[in-house]
Each structure stands twice: as structure tokens, then as C-alpha cells.
């Protein structure tokens, strides 16, 4: 999932961001209101985690702006201001879950990726993604090809969920760089080439057909060529 942390506190954010792309997931961060509201409206994003707190504009009045445009992304307020009453203001203003601060990560964790599953307005969210016999599972966090069991690190498992989400088309090496690795610039390495080649080590070895396919000059592109 892709998910936005709207928190003044650099080394809150820098910690929570740390551990949502430990396993998988695309975390951004802003650090005031204004900034963070302008993201959300940009950038389609499964969930928002806002604090309540922030320079610029408060978390309510954020999460308020973006119900008022018909933003229905679901929102996790994480807030110092833990009593009912902060609890019961955070729901009415339109976020969909609350948790105090301090708080334990792989609670906040389970109620992240339970808000990503929720559906969304128009349609279901994705939990699988198929190509050919390649099955890939988001909740899960599991992949399989046929009978066989892959096991993905967490880049990697980024980096396949992009490529199906993106199934049958050329993906470039700019598109991985900004949204697997979150860089906006050539850090001139070799780090796609060496994911990509042990991905494709993972989905095509030992199977007849090759599902990872390299467009030379274009990108990568993921397809079943039986189709």
C-alpha cells in the first residue's frame, strides 16, 4: 500500500515511515497541514495517518478539507490527545479509526492494513494480483507460482506488486525508481538490475515460461506470452 504519514515530528515520522517500508509498503511524509492536505488531494493514496497537532493547519481541519472535496481516503488519526472526548471530535471530523499515542506498531500496523482492505468508493480494493499461474496476495503478504511457495523480501515484494499492478504494460526504470525506491532522481546504480534479477531468479526459474520479461530501451514489463 501506499501510504501518507502527516506528522510534524521528524523523528516520529522517520521511525513510522522505517517501519511501514519494513514490510512493503510506500510511506511519505509531511510535516504541516497545508502540505499534507495537498498531497492527499495529489497523489491516490490507500490510507492517510494524520496527527492531530500540526503547523499550518490542524488534523481535523485537514481531514475535514478533504471530505468537503469528496476524498473518501481512509484516515488513521495518531494523536497524543487520547481521552474520549479527542476520540470522539477525531471520528465526527471523518477519520475512520483513532489511536492514542503511545502506541505499538504492529497495532497500529493491523489497523492500517485493515483500513487498506476496506472497500473503496466504485469498487473493491485489490488483494491479489494475477499473471498466468503468478499469484500475488497484498494482505497475505505471500506469493505463489503453480504449487511453488516464494518467498519475497519486502523490496522485492514492492517491486513484483508493482509490476502486476501494472500487468501487460512496459513499466520504465523512472516509474520503479519514483514508486518502489521513492527516488526522484538517477542515483546512477544498479539497484533495479539487481532486483529485477533476482526476482525474475524467484518467478521464472524452473518454469517453462518466463513471466518477467525486459522491453530493451523501454523498462520491464510482467505478462503471460500464452495469453
Known amino acids: 500500500m501506499r501510504i501518507l504519514i502527516i506528522e510534524d515530528d521528524a523523528e516520529a515520522a522517520a521511525y513510522l515511515a522505517k517501519g511501514l517500508k519494513e514490510v512493503g ?4 511524509h509531511a510535516s504541516d497541514g497545508e502540505s499534507g492536505l495537498e498531497m492527499a488531494l495529489d497523489v491516490a493514496y490507500d490510507v492517510l ?3 492531530r497537532m500540526l503547523p499550518k ?17 481512509p484516515v488513521l488519526i495518531l494523536s497524543a490527545l487520547g481521552q474520549v472526548d479527542d476520540r470522539v471530535k477525531g471520528l465526527k471530523a471523518g477519520s475512520d479509526d ?13 489497523r492500517v492494513e485493515a483500513l487498506g482492505r476496506r472497500p473503496k468508493a466504485g469498487g473493491e480494493v485489490a488483494t491479489t494480483y494475477q499473471v498466468g499461474e503468478l499469484i500475488l496476495d497484498r494482505m497475505a503478504h505471500s506469493c505463489r507460482r503453480g504449487d511453488k511457495e516464494i518467498t519475497l523480501q519486502p523490496r522485492e515484494f514492492r517491486l513484483l506488486e ?10 520504465t526504470r523512472t516509474m520503479l525508481l519514483e514508486n518502489v525506491w521513492e527516488y526522484h532522481f538517477d542515483p546512477q546504480t544498479n539497484v533495479i538490475d539487481v532486483h529485477i534479477s533476482r526476482l525474475r531468479g524467484k518467478i521464472d526459474k524452473d518454469f517453462d515460461r518466463p513471466l518477467l520479461h525486459t522491453i530493451r530501451g523501454a523498462g520491464y514489463s510482467i505478462r503471460d506470452m500464452a495469453d
Open 49 to 51: 495517518i494524520v496527527d
Open 162 to 171: 508493482y509490476l502486476m499492478q501494472h500487468a501487460g504494460q512496459v513499466v
Open 98 to 110: 483513532y489511536l492514542p499515542k503511545p502506541y505499538a506498531f504492529t497495532e497500529l500496523l493491523a
Open 57 to 73: 493547519r490542524d488534523g481535523l481541519s485537514v481531514i475535514e478539507a478533504l471530505r468537503a472535496q469528496s476524498n473518501q481516503t
Open 25 to 28: 509498503h510506500v510511506a511519505d
